[in-house]
T-cell receptor, first 111, second 116 residues
Framework: AQTVTQSQPEMSVQEAETVTLSCTYD???????LFWYKQPPSRQMILVIR??????QNATENRFSVNFQKAAKSFSLKISDSQLGDAAMYFCAYNNNDMRFGAGTRLTVKP | DVKVTQSSRYLVKRTGEKVFLECVQDMDHENMFWYRQDPGLGLRLIYFSYDVKMKEKGDIPEGYSVSREKKERFSLILESASTNQTSMYLC???????????????FGPGTRLTVL
């Protein structure tokens, strides 16, 4: 079964700074999607960004971008100009008909 | 916007009770999922359903059952609640039955269940 590893249980960033959350995954498939989800405290989980494995160009959504390294099976999330509202649990997920989630990284944003 | 709602945000039950967790989505999604979320373990799939009256086991189905009588509603049932089922339960839905790789999942707010 595919596994998703987030090696940073907790991360902290100063407001307006940049932070990178790490994610690695294990698969023998070549076609799949990767996702980053955000779960704010006491609020619903929402999709932050999505990347198709066949696309070489890294996905970006405003202040959120990914560094997708297919050969290394790495999918990190970069948050630029961090805001207080970015504080949340972030989950990396792999999907090839079967969505697999990492254990999550709790991001704290310091004012 | 897709809306996924869950019947309770917080629930406290006693060991041995039968527990029903309800989930409703309003966007005619084909697929629905139940996860449990525990610290350090992420989200683990309990059951999912890709059609009315259809269900498939996920990674941790033991002690749970599900029901999908209508497309928009997916229920998780704990037949006899135990303390090790104390957890956060998340319901999710996604649109397509096929081409599933693209599918993002839309989540409900979660139900925090405590079994005493």
């Amino acid at each position: 079964a595919q596994t998703v590893t987030q090696s940073q249980p907790e991360m902290s960033v100063q407001e307006a700074e940049t932070v990178t959350l790490s994610c690695t995954y294990d698969t023998s498939e070549s076609d799949y999607y990767l996702f980053w989800y955000k779960q704010p405290p006491s609020r619903q989980m929402i999709l932050v960004i999505r990347q198709e494995a066949y696309k070489q160009q890294n996905a970006t959504e405003n202040r959120f971008s990914v560094n997708f390294q297919k050969a290394a099976k790495s999918f990190s999330l970069k948050i630029s100009d961090s805001q207080l509202g970015d504080a949340a649990m972030y989950f990396c997920a792999y999907n090839n008909n079967d969505m697999r989630f990492g254990a999550g990284t709790r991001l704290t944003v310091k004012p | 916007d897709v809306k996924v709602t869950q019947s309770s945000r917080y629930l406290v039950k006693r060991t041995g009770e039968k527990v029903f967790l309800e989930c409703v989505q309003d966007m005619d999604h084909e697929n629905m999922f139940w996860y449990r979320q525990d610290p350090g373990l992420g989200l683990r799939l309990i059951y999912f359903s890709y059609d009315v009256k259809m269900k498939e086991k996920g990674d941790i189905p033991e002690g749970y059952s599900v029901s999908r009588e209508k497309k928009e509603r997916f229920s998780l049932i704990l037949e006899s609640a135990s303390t090790n089922q104390t957890s956060m339960y998340l319901c999710a839905s996604s649109l397509f039955r096929t081409g599933a790789r693209y599918n993002e999942q839309f989540f409900g707010p979660g139900t925090r269940l405590t079994v005493l």
